[in-house]
């Protein structure tokens, strides 16, 4: 059995930053590539960010692209989301995800790993 844990989140003013953090536990073998993703109230689940086994690859929605910035320390079984400049719109439940596969996927469907979330407010 493997466990994703987020951590970071809270409340943060517009123009703020935030660090979200996902802690890789149990089956590690079965998690490689990593994502992040998020919904807000009233909406779907969207794709947010993934990054590769090794870290040379990573993917971004165009809402966050030059915001945030996805990382990873293999060492600490470790991915994080460096989040910048934070918009009203980036409030949501943030979801970290992992699937066996070297590359991440933007479907969430292809995720069979998931964390509990952690919320993310950002108010004026």
């Known amino acids: 059995q493997v466990t994703l844990v987020e951590s970071g989140g809270g409340k943060v003013q517009v123009g703020g930053s935030l660090r979200l953090s996902c802690v890789v536990s149990g089956y590690t073998d079965s998690v490689a590539a990593m994502a992040w993703f998020r919904q807000a109230p009233g909406k779907e689940r969207e794709f947010v960010s993934g990054?590769?086994?090794?870290?040379?690859?990573?993917d971004y929605a165009p809402s966050v692209k030059g915001r945030f910035i996805v990382s990873r320390d293999n060492a600490k079984y470790t991915a994080y989301l460096q989040m910048d400049s934070l918009k009203r719109e980036d409030t949501a439940v943030y979801y970290c995800?992992?699937?066996?596969?070297?590359?991440?996927?933007?479907?969430?469907?292809?995720?069979?790993?998931w964390g509990q979330g952690t919320l993310v407010t950002v108010s004026s």
């Open positions: 990054i590769s086994y090794h870290g040379g690859y990573t």
């Open positions: 995800a992992g699937h066996a596969r070297d590359y991440p996927s933007q479907s969430e469907q292809d995720y069979r790993t």
